[in-house]
């Protein structure tokens, strides 16, 4: 196999290299967030649930609402800051669910996840990792309006960055839930995996949560065992995404498979197996024979099979 074959031009990875100024020494300044919130130039993102809303605009499609506009709408609930974008201040706002499903009727409004934004590249890349952030801390909220410690109810401080119990004074912060996700190796072949909710041709890297009191390459060693059976060795950090469903961190490894045999753990995969490299490139060009296909350009899993693709075994030096 040609070491580097050619795959075209890399595509990018989904949620990363974002341009914004979180300016975090402004979210505690409440005189700061009124200003910045006043601004002409502010814009504002609006997600009921797991739907983003975008306006029509001559085939265009904008995520970012001026501060008029979104006070149009009703059923808001959490404000949050999220930094600057070329110095323009920008905001999200948490609507209820209940309320945006009667705008999916809107001829002048389309509802979509994140998910499919990212995948058919529905808004320009700036503003993806700004939702990402935006629909995590959001997401965070929905889920900790009471708080853990006394049980009642918590209220949002520091511009939706932390929510405080005027209870029993328990300050709350927002959490991200580390995953290991992994491709084992061995040579010029790797395994994938497959689960049950993928679609009926995919495959992917192999993926699971990072538990209290352990590290990144134990996770991906015990991830591995568990899943598939096979020990590994080696393991070498590739890169991270932040993934905001709901609200997770990715880190992505190669991995020393030690051992051959798979033993599939049917209670978090429908199936595994070895791949070789040739095969993988068929997969991602969408060429497979058998039609089979390795994971889309916008998840992170692509990347790290790409990446052994082009480096090989190399990749865990």
């Not at 609930?77 to 309320?99: H, N, S, W």
């Not at 790797?190 to 993928?198: A, E, N, Q, T, Y």
Request: hydrophobic content about 40%; charged content about 25%.
């Amino acid at each position: 196999m040609v070491p580097r074959p050619d795959l075209g031009p890399p595509p990018n990875l989904g949620y990363t290299a974002s341009c914004v100024d979180r300016a975090t020494l402004c979210r505690g300044d409440e005189a700061a967030m009124t200003k910045l919130a006043s601004d002409p130039r502010a814009g504002f993102y609006l997600i009921g649930g797991e739907l983003v809303l975008m306006k029509k605009s001559s085939g265009v499609l904008q995520p970012l609402f001026a501060a008029d506009e979104a006070r149009a709408f009703a059923g808001a609930r959490e404000t949050i800051f999220l930094g600057l974008l070329e110095d323009a201040p920008l905001f999200a706002i948490a609507l209820d669910p209940v309320m945006v499903e009667p705008l999916k009727a809107r001829d002048d409004l389309q509802l979509t996840d994140l998910r499919t934004m990212a995948m058919h590249g529905l808004v320009e890349a700036v503003h993806l990792p700004p939702l990402a952030e935006a629909k995590a801390l959001l997401g965070w909220h929905s889920r900790h309006r009471f708080c853990s410690n006394c049980g009642l109810p918590t209220r949002p401080v520091e511009a939706g960055w932390r929510r405080d119990c005027p209870s029993c004074k328990v300050q709350h912060f927002p959490r991200t839930d580390p995953v290991a996700i992994m491709l084992p190796i061995s040579g010029d072949r790797c395994v994938l995996g497959r689960s049950p909710r993928f679609a009926a041709t995919m495959w992917s890297c192999l993926a699971g949560f990072i538990e209290p009191g352990e590290t990144i390459e134990d996770a991906v060693r015990r991830e591995v065992l568990e899943e598939v059976g096979i020990k590994c060795g080696r393991v070498t950090y590739f890169t991270s995404q932040p993934w905001p469903f709901p609200m997770s961190l990715m880190i992505g490894c190669h991995t020393e498979a030690l051992s051959d045999k798979i033993i599939v753990d049917h209670s978090e995969l429908e199936d595994a197996r070895w791949f070789e490299r040739e095969e993988l490139v068929l997969m991602l060009l969408r060429k497979h024979p058998q039609g089979l296909t390795a994971t889309l350009p916008h998840a992170i899993a692509h990347h790290i099979i790409r990446r052994y693709i082009e480096e090989g075994a190399d990749v865990l030096r």
